[in-house]
């Protein structure tokens, strides 16, 4: 079992970019599909982006098509967010995740392994 580490949130500009980062700990990293998610306070966890096992097929959530783009590396065990283009409404903790469904899935529920969230905020 992987266990995920997030870093690269920060105050940033409307407008500007982060690359978030996801690290993983432990084995076998490159079995499990990783998604990125987001959080407002009281709020639930809403789908950003989830990648395949295999470094390839991508999927995007709303929000984040045409300005977040999702990666990962399975030699480095880790997983990234690429964000620009950043708007006040991107303001929330982001959650890399990780599933051992076959899919990649929308839902939460379908990831049984979190990282502890990095902050991102933006405002002008």
């Known amino acids: 079992q992987v266990q995920l580490q997030e870093s690269g949130g920060e105050w940033v500009h409307t407008g500007g970019s982060l690359r978030l980062s996801c690290a993983a700990s432990g084995s076998h990293f490159s079995g499990y599909i990783i998604g990125w998610f987001r959080q407002l306070p009281g709020g639930e966890r809403e789908f950003v982006a989830g990648?395949?096992?295999?470094?390839?097929?991508?999927v995007y959530g709303d929000a984040a098509k045409g300005r977040f783009t999702i990666s990962r590396d399975n030699a480095e065990s880790m997983a990234f967010l690429q964000m620009v283009n950043l708007r006040p409404s991107d303001t929330a903790v982001y959650y890399c995740?990780?599933?051992?469904?076959?899919?990649?899935?929308?839902?939460?529920?379908?990831?049984?392994?979190w990282g502890q969230g990095t902050q991102v905020t933006v405002s002008s």
């Open positions: 995740a990780a599933s051992q469904t076959v899919q990649i899935f929308y839902s939460a529920d379908a990831y049984d392994i």
């Open positions: 990648i395949q096992r295999s470094e390839g097929y991508t």
